[in-house]
């Protein structure tokens, strides 16, 4: 499975921004899927994720009720819907798969990463 975010970029305090990541191969449907973010020098965090239905979504308190993930099977795309955005926001955002299917807030459970996309919010 390859993965390829897009939709990063320079955005104002309270804007918002939707990531994509697209995904390769026929699987798509039966891997969950994550969104995690890294600022130089910390460890890469814990965004969202969402089951391989799209049925059970789960985010970390930072973001919750400001972002929401979803999918598209069909697409093979994962979505990260991000509004009323912080500088501390501020970080490369990653999408990653996971073929156990239900989703985890641990990096070590997802198989596959994406290359990914910077995120900027200016104060």
């Known amino acids: 499975v390859q993965l390829v975010e897009s939709g990063g970029g320079l955005v104002q305090a309270g804007g918002s921004l939707r990531l994509s990541c697209a995904a390769s191969?026929?699987?798509?449907?039966?891997?969950?899927m994550g969104w995690f973010r890294q600022v130089p020098g910390k460890e890469r965090e814990f965004v969202a994720t969402?089951?391989?239905?799209?049925?059970?979504?789960y985010y970390a308190d930072s973001v919750k009720g400001r972002f929401t993930i979803s999918r598209d099977n069909a697409k093979n795309t994962v979505y990260l819907q991000m509004n009323t955005l912080k500088p501390e926001d501020t970080a490369v955002y990653y999408c990653?798969?996971?073929?156990?299917?239900?989703?985890?807030?641990?990096?070590?459970?997802?198989?596959?990463w994406g290359q990914g996309t910077q995120v900027t919010v200016s104060s």
């Open positions: 990653a798969a996971d073929d156990y299917g239900m989703g985890s807030v641990l990096m070590d459970e997802y198989n596959y």
């Open positions: 191969g026929r699987t798509f449907s039966t891997y969950a």
């Open positions: 969402i089951s391989y239905s799209g049925r059970t979504t």
